[in-house]
């Protein structure tokens, strides 16, 4: 696990309204670094609810494919062709 970390952030006209509009009594978090902490944890979900949906697209598309489309292999074929792609590298 990293060390926690340190953040100093400066900000100033509307923003410092906003956020203070959000901390405190009349506000939604107790203080600015537990409503830094709540942003980042939504960013964090989002950026991982993006890569979940691009691998569904993915996998969508995959099994959309004609069975036409697929071929049978072997493991030999697939360690064959691994190892000559890692010769040509």
């Known amino acids: 696990m990293t060390k926690p970390m340190t953040l100093n952030v ?8 906003f956020v ?3 901390v405190g009594e009349h506000g ?5 670094s537990e409503y830094v902490r709540d942003l ?3 960013d ?3 950026v991982e ?7 569904k697209a993915e996998i969508q598309k995959a099994f959309g494919s004609p ?3 697929y071929r049978s292999v072997s493991a030999e074929d697939v360690i064959h062709r691994n190892r000559a ?3 040509r590298a």
């Open 28 to 32: 939604a978090y107790d203080n600015v």
């Open 40 to 42: 980042i944890r939504k």
């Open 67 to 69: 069975e036409s489309d």
């Open 44 to 46: 964090k979900r989002e």
């Open 49 to 55: 609810e993006q890569a979940f949906q691009r691998l």
């Open 10 to 17: 400066r900000v100033g006209g509307a923003l410092s309204d």
């Open 85 to 87: 792609r890692r010769s």
């Open 20 to 22: 203070a509009a959000n």
